[in-house]
């Protein structure tokens, strides 16, 4: 019975168990997982097929979109045209919008001396003290908002994490729900192309994709 018990089989399986009660209760270890799939190729951001919104469609959707920093600092981002603006909506209890801090950390780091690039990184939780000890933790820098406003039912569900790309003439031009790859050097010369567009282009580069 003993030698039964402990065969390669049963030891594989109880490994498998443990593995997978840590998957579901500890939120690390989903992100650490998830974040190893994309190093094999997953969870790619789609930045080259569906069409963008553009300003007038359904109404300007930065109009009245408003967030606030920890200090109640408000930035409407109506007044931020003429910027690419990069949302990204997240909580700190999320395993997804764990894993995929490391890379909008890298991407934020290419752009964040850009004046035509900004991002938000919007704590739907809104709990500042929580939301800013998680990135000290992490060793991470984005800017952390909470929401002040409203936000569009285009933009963000419920479901965490989303995130939102808005061209220099306030069109929607990226919009992915689920966890994504943004240190993908596509995604970083998707916002580049962006940044050096012109406010009024008429074609400009576009993308979306749902949950992978």
């Not at 010369?189 to 576009?206: G, T, W, Y």
Request: charge should be neutral; glycine fraction near 6%.
């Amino acid at each position: 019975m003993k030698k039964k018990w402990f065969s390669l089989s049963n030891i594989s399986n109880i490994l498998l168990i443990v593995f997978i009660l840590a998957m579901v209760f500890i939120p690390d270890v989903k992100a650490w997982t998830i974040q190893n799939l994309m190093k094999i190729g997953l969870f790619q951001p789609d930045v080259s097929e569906a069409p963008v919104v553009k300003t007038g469609q359904d109404g300007n959707l930065l109009k009245g979109l408003r967030f606030q920093d920890h200090e109640g600092n408000l930035v409407d981002l109506e007044a931020q045209k003429g910027k690419v603006i990069f949302i990204n909506f997240w909580a700190t209890w999320c395993p997804p919008c764990i894993a995929e801090m490391p890379a909008i950390q890298e991407l934020y780091h290419q752009f964040k001396d850009n004046g035509n690039v900004m991002f938000i990184m919007a704590d739907m939780d809104q709990d500042f003290s929580k939301a800013q000890a998680f990135m000290k933790k992490k060793a991470l820098d984005l800017p952390v908002y909470g929401p002040a406003s409203n936000i569009p039912d285009e933009l963000y569900t419920g479901t965490l994490p989303t995130t939102a790309i808005f061209d220099r003439s306030g069109n929607l031009s990226f919009h992915h729900t689920g966890t994504a790859d943004y240190s993908n050097p596509k995604m970083t010369a998707f916002i580049r192309k962006l940044s050096k567009a012109s406010q009024k282009s008429e074609s400009p580069p576009v993308g979306d994709s749902g949950t992978k």
